[in-house]
């Protein structure tokens, strides 16, 4: 990586990818035979990767227990020229997550989080998170360290944003007043909605979302009082509210879908990317982080699926859609 400063730090989960290809889902009591692949994931290393492949100097902070797949993932980060600090937690395992991947490429995903509940506010250099223009969480680590960070971040006039994933009981919505950007996919978001009792909806769900008319899904947005909220929305792309209005953008079509692990890490890494290549246009950024997207879904994997600059760049000029 360069010795100048990061450009994006992004601060979260590393996991142990366990991937099972089958043809279909099991049911319930029903045992499926598939093949197994081992690789790297979590939200925050996939987020990085994706970014750092855009072409963001960034630095990834996580935690990890010890063990040999802490010289592998290094060595993952070193090849694509991104920076990392992890904390090995001695008497704590490397997170790890079961993926279930089926003939359509669509996942059933189970966590054990591991070492990334032990990360703390002082694994996070505070110099680091200063220098940075962009700060960028989820929820898949410690949440005290999360929390920490956005503030940090936050007052030191840097961008922050956060990938509410995944949703927990026991996130506190008082981190939103910390957060500059914040990009939920539509479950998520429902789980927003439903848990804020100011907003008197505790059955809103997705139809709903999705039947929702633009300008009042908007007003529903602008209720959070975060400046700028993205909403995922698969092959359906995504909605943007803005302080000055609403935007939707459509998804790339005519991919073919091999694997939709990592697509939604992959569009907040391009997104993060894009907000420092486009000098914080939201819309420009969101476009980048739309491309990493779709190509994300063509390769197998979460962190292995994350598209180069260039290849970006090649898809962009094509124009396809």
């Known amino acids: 990586m360069s010795s100048l400063s990061p450009q994006v730090v992004v601060v979260g989960s590393v996991m142990q990818d366990m991937t099972f290809k089958c043809t279909e889902f099991p049911a319930r009591g029903e045992t499926v035979v598939g093949r197994l692949a081992v690789g790297q994931g979590g939200k925050g290393s996939n987020q990085a990767i994706a970014c750092g492949r855009a072409g963001a100097r960034t630095v990834f902070v996580g935690a990890m227990g010890p063990g040999d797949f802490v010289q592998q993932v290094q060595s993952v980060y070193s090849k694509a020229g991104i920076g990392c600090r992890l904390a090995v937690k001695r008497g704590a395992s490397t997170g790890t997550a079961v993926i279930l991947i089926n003939h359509e490429g669509q996942n059933e995903i189970v966590i054990e989080p591991g070492a990334n509940a032990r990360l703390a506010p002082a694994d996070v250099p505070r110099k680091l998170l200063e220098q940075s223009r962009v700060a960028l969480v989820q929820l898949e680590a410690n949440l005290t360290t999360t929390a920490h960070v956005l503030r940090t971040a936050r007052r030191a006039g840097v961008t922050t944003m956060l990938n509410p994933a995944p949703m927990r009981v026991d996130f506190d919505a008082?981190?939103?007043q910390h957060v500059d950007i914040l990009v939920p996919n539509e479950t998520e978001f429902a789980a927003l909605v439903r848990g804020r009792p100011g907003f008197r909806l505790p059955q809103f769900s997705e139809p709903e979302l999705h039947a929702m008319p633009a300008n009042q899904l908007h007003a529903l947005c602008r209720r959070f009082e975060v400046p700028?909220?993205?909403?995922?929305?698969?092959?359906?792309?995504?909605?943007?509210?803005?302080?000055?209005?609403?935007?939707?953008?459509?998804?790339?079509?005519?991919?073919?879908?091999?694997?939709?692990?990592?697509?939604?890490?992959?569009?907040?890494?391009?997104f993060a990317a894009g907000l420092v290549e486009h000098r914080g246009d939201i819309l420009s950024a969101a476009r980048l982080g739309t491309a990493v997207a779709a190509l994300s879904i063509t390769k197998p994997g979460a962190a292995a699926s994350m598209p180069t600059r260039a290849a970006v760049q090649r898809f962009l000029r094509s124009g396809k859609v």
């Open 228 to 270: 700028t909220v993205i909403i995922t929305l698969g092959r359906r792309g995504c909605f943007i509210s803005l302080a000055d209005g609403h935007h939707r953008l459509p998804a790339y079509g005519g991919m073919k879908v091999v694997d939709t692990t990592g697509a939604g890490d992959a569009f907040c890494g391009g």
């Open 174 to 176: 008082g981190l939103l």
